[in-house]
């Protein structure tokens, strides 16, 4: 979808279908998503809570277990191997090595009972086989790149006793321990303050760029996104509704999806967390409708919309819209 | 040191528990009808020897006097003397403390070891079989009585088998392990489905961890995630199930002595509670009182070492 420099994506994710299915019925919480992302690069998932995006993270590394969740359709290539064909052990290798992962709130995410420096240095020892002291050497080296004060220090303390931005810093430390050619941060900066919010991702980009490896970062504000992502992707009820080049999301926007979330984005003068959240609900999982998703919330919508299956559609060169009048935006 | 200072405190915060702990055994046997002195020697004491034990325990003094009396005799080790085995309690006490002491530690490492691999299986697949077998094996053996269970093995291993003694517990520490063998498995087998049931849904919980997914996200293998970063959180609530369960199983370990004639304190009591043997009835009670105090104190201290969080205040 974009050019680059290597001939074939990092990551390509084709028609990736995922379905939690119980006794209730079955939730398609990821439907026929295909996306993209280059070396080097970062692509922004926005959308709102409940769209399916930590189900599309975590199924990339294959860490939803089954049951629940089934993948009915698609395929995920990585480097030009489809994960989905991989076996566990050969997943393993590839968690924490080649693919790396933020979670959402760093109060959660570390293990209270392992120091520190012992969490950031398990996967070098585990997958590098690396000694202690290496390990050790190295994981000082990735305190102080994240930007922990006194680093040689703070590798042997217990991770209640930093707050929650150092938390993420750890975290993050974590999961580039391996230098892995892609990391998913999924809501990375969502449970910190506002300015901590700030340097979390600031320090995202310094690193993505002095590691050269890409990012998908998630996010349900269009505002955090847009600051970072060479991409964006917009996902609504389980689909990717819109993706571009943040620039063209920016200037013209083909979904009116994505127009309401450009609306809702603060003025930075106004300093507000969210704003107005657009009228109404995304439709139920369980029953999505047959037509756009969107409709019954859309004010571009004409009656045929209900009915009429939506998809992707190349609108302009590398600019994708599921809408079915995306000139109506015009 | 921090550790250090928050023993201390923890001493001092168990004097006030010790001395109402000292007045309950003191009061016990001024709460006993008739002239205790003629209770606790029995009915055919002569007056001269009621006469001296008066003098002696100082009854004609008050009673905060008395028992700051007792206080001091307890504090010199003076429990005083058994009247059936005419011999000093402390010594008694002291002689019948080490069976008891080595067949319940006995007793708790047989029941971890059961538990540990069982609740991990358990938990591992739960609600699948293997789970539903190991719950269901648990009710069973915790619904047999503890003199049932003994006899039956002493039957079995014991008479039949003759693969191990019957009664006592041994010359030697070898012979310790042999002979305790069968009691401590009586007691391990009662304990081990409690066990197992809270290990079994303390994995769980922890299993449901963000940072278990965070391990798995590291690409770690599923059984070092279970062991290096599930168990090692799960464990930390079972201290005080484990504590909890050391108060149950001083109280059950009575009964097991008894079936084994184990010559431990729990023996001890039922001997002394048949015949009346005030003294060392008020010495036992003394002795059992303490010995849950330091079991708490114990448990304190482990949380202090094992949960990082925990702040020594
Ligand atoms: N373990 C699960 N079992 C059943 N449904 C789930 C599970 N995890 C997620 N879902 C469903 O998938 C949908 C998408 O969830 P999620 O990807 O977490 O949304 P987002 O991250 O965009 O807020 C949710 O609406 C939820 O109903
Ligand atoms: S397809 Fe119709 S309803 Fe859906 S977004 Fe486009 S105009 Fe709105
Ligand atoms: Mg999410």
């Excluded at chain 1, 290798?93 to 992962?101: D, K, Q």
Aim: include cysteine.
């Amino acid at each position: 979808m974009q050019s680059s420099t290597h001939p074939s994506p990092l990551l390509s994710i084709q028609n990736f279908t995922t379905e939690f299915r119980s006794s209730g019925g079955k939730i398609v919480a990821n439907k026929n998503v295909s996306l993209s992302i280059d070396h080097r690069r970062i692509l922004g998932i926005v959308g709102e809570s409940g769209s399916g995006k930590s189900v599309l993270c975590r199924s990339i590394l294959r860490l939803i277990p089954s049951p629940p969740a089934y993948v009915t359709e698609g395929e995920i290539t990585f480097n030009g191997r489809n994960l989905l064909a991989l076996s566990e052990s050969e997943m393993q290798a590839i968690r924490g090595v080649e693919i790396g992962m933020i979670f959402q709130d760093p109060m959660t995410s570390l293990n209270p009972v392992w120091r520190i420096g012992d969490q950031i240095t398990e996967t070098l020892r585990v997958h590098k086989g690396m000694g202690r002291r290496e390990a050790r050497e190295v994981g000082i080296d990735l305190l102080r790149q994240v930007g922990i004060p006194s680093p040689d220090t703070r590798f042997d303390e217990y991770p209640h006793r930093l707050s929650g931005g150092m938390r993420q810093r750890v975290v993050i430390a974590m999961a580039m321990a391996c230098k892995p050619k892609l990391l998913l941060a999924d809501e990375p900066t969502t449970a910190l303050d506002v300015t901590i919010q700030d340097q979390i991702l600031a320090l995202m980009l310094q690193l993505q760029e002095e590691v050269g490896m890409s990012i998908i970062l998630v996010s349900h504000d269009m505002g955090v996104v847009a600051e970072t992502s060479d991409t964006i992707a917009v996902m609504y009820a389980g689909q990717v509704v819109e993706t571009a080049p943040t620039e063209a999301i920016f200037n013209r926007p083909k979904h009116p999806y994505t127009l309401g979330l450009l609306q809702s984005i603060p003025r930075i003068e106004f300093k507000v967390d969210r704003l107005v959240p657009m009228k109404g609900q995304p439709p139920n999982l369980l029953k999505l409708p047959k037509g756009c998703p969107f409709a019954e919330r859309c004010a571009f919508a004409s009656p045929d919309c209900i009915e009429t299956p939506v998809a992707l559609r190349e609108v302009e060169p590398g600019h994708f819209s599921a809408c079915l009048y995306p000139e109506r935006l015009a | 040191m921090r550790l250090a200072s928050y023993i201390l405190s923890r001493l001092l915060q168990m004097i006030p528990v010790l001395i109402g702990i000292t007045i309950f055994a003191f009061l016990f046997i001024q709460l006993l009808p008739g002239d205790p002195i003629q209770t606790m020697l029995g009915g055919k004491a002569s007056p001269e020897a009621i006469e001296a034990a008066h003098q002696k325990f100082g009854l004609d003094q008050p009673l905060p006097i008395q028992y700051l009396l007792f206080l001091r005799n307890a504090l010199q080790g003076d429990l005083g003397t058994s009247i059936t085995q005419r011999t000093l309690v402390s010594g008694l006490i002291a002689e019948r403390f080490v069976p008891s002491i080595f067949l319940l530690i006995y007793a708790m490492i047989i029941a971890m070891l059961l538990a540990l691999p069982l609740s991990l299986i358990a938990a591992r697949r739960s609600d699948r079989l293997v789970d539903h077998t190991i719950r269901i094996s648990g009710m069973i053996t915790i619904s047999m009585p503890a003199f049932w269970l003994g006899l039956l093995l002493i039957l079995l291993f014991g008479l039949t088998l003759d693969l191990f003694p019957i009664s006592g517990w041994g010359d030697d520490f070898l012979g310790h392990i042999h002979s305790l063998f069968l009691p401590a498995v009586v007691i391990g087998l009662a304990t081990a489905p409690v066990l197992i049931q809270s290990l079994r849904s303390s994995l769980l919980d922890t299993m449901q961890m963000d940072f278990i997914e965070a391990a798995r996200a590291k690409g770690l293998n599923p059984n070092r995630i279970m062991i290096r970063h599930v168990l090692r959180n799960a464990l930390i609530p079972m201290v005080t199930v484990l504590a909890v369960n050391v108060g149950w199983l001083i109280g059950g370990s009575v009964v097991v002595e008894n079936v084994f004639s184990i010559p431990g304190i729990g023996r001890l009591l039922v001997q002394a509670v048949l015949t009346r043997d005030y003294p060392t009835i008020q010495a036992l009670t003394l002795v059992f009182g303490i010995l849950v105090l330091i079991v708490n104190l114990i448990t304190d201290l482990t949380y202090a070492v094992v949960d990082p969080r925990v702040t020594y205040q």
